[in-house]
């Protein structure tokens, strides 16, 4: 039977791309919300997948009239994400990754914090907390992929907060959307290729006119952790990656003493790498890990400012 449009209060939109192994658990967090089902929809964004997903997706609209699947041919999540948004009936709109669980709560606890808070919230987020289907290395810490802002709720605040949260786990009004125009296509995944700050572009934006996104540490999410994420080349090459995003959000424009001071920070930063290390001990990339990830941000943000054509 066809969902009262008036009834909707958020619409939860799920983008894929041949997840077809981890999908159903995702989709089944969704499907067993504490909130009554005329209350939501659940909006499948297929952005050409070429294994299961399809049919997946199929199974659970067939078996849940709440839940509906659209399709993105333009690859990339932006456009995926912004189909979802576009195809929402919700007041609401919650993004969740195709590889994560939402807590029972999760969509209840999203729509009373958008009520309730004052000055209403043009974001709203919560925690994000690893889960394994492989393997985790002894020196791999759950902190590495963990996204908090800690146990108290509250708005964000600098510096972090004009970037607002991750994209797992991030609610806006609709109307905010629309204002916004929603994700830039420039930014975020395509396909397989890593490519971050689609989400971070668009909460900078907003942040500048409406700094008002509300953190509660009870909208919890669980997300994979592939077996990938947990080398340590990715490690070091994702935080080049945020730092050439982070450059390019700014919109940083190069001058002689950016770039020299940017440059004396990389090599402070390089020696450090170099000489606190602890080569010999057993669990070394986590001193990698640390001393690293500041000369690849850096060094991506050089990079964005110096060598990509503008």
């Not at 209350?39 to 399809?54: A, K, L, P």
């Not at 991750?166 to 296509?185: R, V």
């Not at 080049?240 to 090599?267: D, H, L, N, Y």
């Not at 606190?276 to 060094?299: E, N």
Request: hydrophobic letters at 35%; glycine letters at 6%.
């Amino acid at each position: 039977m066809e969902q009262k449009n008036q009834t909707i209060k958020i619409s939860v939109v799920v983008c894929t791309y041949n997840r077809s192994h981890v999908l159903p658990s995702c989709l089944e967090s969704l499907a067993d919300q504490s909130l009554g089902k005329s209350c939501y929809e659940v909006i499948i964004v297929d952005n050409n997948s070429t294994d299961g997903t399809c049919e997946i997706a199929h199974a659970f609209t067939t078996k849940h009239p709440h839940f509906r699947m659209v399709q993105e041919k333009q690859q990339g999540l932006s456009h995926a994400r912004n189909l979802g948004y576009h195809e929402s009936r919700g007041e609401f709109v919650a993004y969740i990754d195709d590889d994560a669980k939402a807590d029972k709560d999760w969509a209840r606890r999203i729509i009373q914090a958008f009520e309730n808070v004052s000055p209403h919230p043009s974001a709203v987020g919560g925690k994000i907390s690893p889960y394994y289907l492989s393997e985790k290395p002894d020196w791999f810490l759950d902190t590495y992929e963990l996204r908090t802002w800690g146990e108290t709720r509250g708005f964000l605040q600098m510096p972090r907060g004009p970037y607002g949260f991750s994209g797992s786990n991030m609610a806006f009004p609709k109307n905010i959307l629309e204002k916004y125009g929603g994700f830039l296509q420039d930014f975020g995944m395509r396909g397989n290729r890593m490519r971050f700050g689609e989400e971070a572009a668009l909460f900078y934006r907003i942040y500048q006119d409406l700094p008002y996104f509300w953190y509660e540490p009870e909208i919890k999410v669980e997300h994979l952790v592939p077996a990938h994420n947990m080398q340590v080349w990715y490690r070091v090459k994702r935080s080049f990656m945020i730092g050439v995003s982070s450059a390019r959000i700014e919109r940083v424009k190069p001058t002689i003493f950016s770039v020299a001071k940017m440059i004396t920070s990389i090599c402070a930063d390089s020696v450090s790498l170099l000489f606190k290390v602890r080569w010999w001990g057993k669990y070394w990339q986590r001193d990698f890990i640390h001393y690293a990830s500041p000369v690849m941000y850096s060094l991506g943000r050089l990079f964005e400012i110096l060598l990509i054509p503008k």
